[in-house]
């Protein structure tokens, strides 16, 4: 199957591939625009948030340390951390975490050693000054939020509270990254594990991954297919994968949904770079949210194609 596929697409002088890597440019703007006035708007709200704050000070809640080790402090907190956990985590390159943690270890604020079941592993404790450190830049940090709201009226917190939690949602979900990767990497088997458990609790029969349409690392696996793991802070939290069939049609497998949008864009992309026309996908009756996403980005539910045990609803998407 493989083979004709690549075959046919060769024969229409397509491009047949699925890179490994993923192009930022086409994928960060879905299809929109990104005007001057958004762009300006974006700017003028962080100099505004970091200048409030006290963001642009060297020594942040009147302490005597910036930002960047006072947040360093936050993230270890009372039970520890793994370094490259915190890395990850904050998206910081590993020497400016380690001048961080030098920083707070001559002040016998953190100390540092190896994991004690791999001495690879670098795991970062608060001392007891760092506790209480932490214990007052909580206390000083309550005293700045509480700066923020006291001259506003009532309402005018409501409107600041709700506006602040909407920034916060949609500035992780423009924090996620999505890479494609091998279907039996370790993130994607935890993903998959995921997967499989929600579906199982949510389905109305339960759920058993040896009954379903098989998906395997073989089938997602550049040129028959791809798979791709959604991170935030470098944690998994979501998946998908692309199935390619015969005559220009691919299937969207194994959505897990957080990021859902973003994910099936992703794979639509994918699909058209190997000159897929159609997608199709199918999804169980209980999926409210999966149906109400894959309606929202175009696709049109249709007559069963296949077999699928656990499908109530099929969808397809020409054109793509």
């Known amino acids: 199957m493989q083979r004709r596929f690549a075959h046919t697409a060769a024969r ?3 491009a047949y591939r699925l890179r490994q890597t993923v192009d930022p440019g086409r994928l960060s703007d879905y299809r929109q625009r990104m005007d001057t006035e958004q762009v300006r708007c974006v700017r003028s709200f962080n100099r505004t948030v970091s200048q ?17 080790e006072a947040r360093l402090l936050y993230e270890i907190g009372p039970a520890g951390a793994e370094v490259r956990d915190l890395r990850a985590r904050l998206e ?38 760092g506790l209480r450190e932490v214990r007052e830049l909580d206390r000083r940090a309550d005293v700045l939020a509480k700066s923020v709201l006291a001259p506003l009226s009532v ?9 602040m939690a909407e920034i916060e949602r949609l500035m992780r979900a423009s924090a996620v990254q999505i890479t494609a990767e091998a279907p039996d990497s370790a993130d ?17 029969t339960g759920f058993d991954p040896a009954t379903t349409i098989p998906a395997n690392a073989d089938d997602l696996t550049p040129p028959a297919g ?17 199935k390619l069939k ?8 194994r959505m897990w949904v957080a990021a859902g949008r973003r994910i099936l864009e992703m794979l639509e992309t994918r699909a058209r770079d190997v000159g897929v026309r159609t997608l199709r996908l199918e999804t169980n009756r209980t ?31 020409t054109r793509i």
């Open 246 to 253: 015969e005559r220009m049609i691919g299937e969207v497998k």
């Open 188 to 204: 994607a088997r935890w993903c998959l594990e995921q997967y499989f458990r929600e579906l199982a609790g949510r389905f109305e």
């Open 155 to 163: 309402p005018q917190r409501d409107r600041l509270i709700a506006a």
């Open 12 to 14: 229409a002088g397509r």
């Open 226 to 242: 791809v798979f791709v793991v959604a991170r935030l802070g470098g944690q998994p939290i979501g998946c998908g994968a692309l």
């Open 92 to 129: 910081l390159d590993s020497g400016y975490v380690s001048r961080l943690l030098r920083s707070l270890e001559r002040q016998r604020l953190v100390r540092a050693q190896a994991a004690a079941n791999d001495g690879r592993v670098r795991r970062v404790r608060l001392t007891r000054a």
């Open 287 to 317: 999926l409210k949210e999966a149906q109400a996403l894959y309606r929202s980005c175009g696709y049109v539910e249709v007559e069963p194609f296949n077999d699928e045990p656990y499908a109530h609803h099929w969808f397809e998407k």
């Open 52 to 68: 409030r704050i006290g963001a642009l000070k060297d020594h942040f809640l009147d302490r005597h340390r910036p930002l960047g």
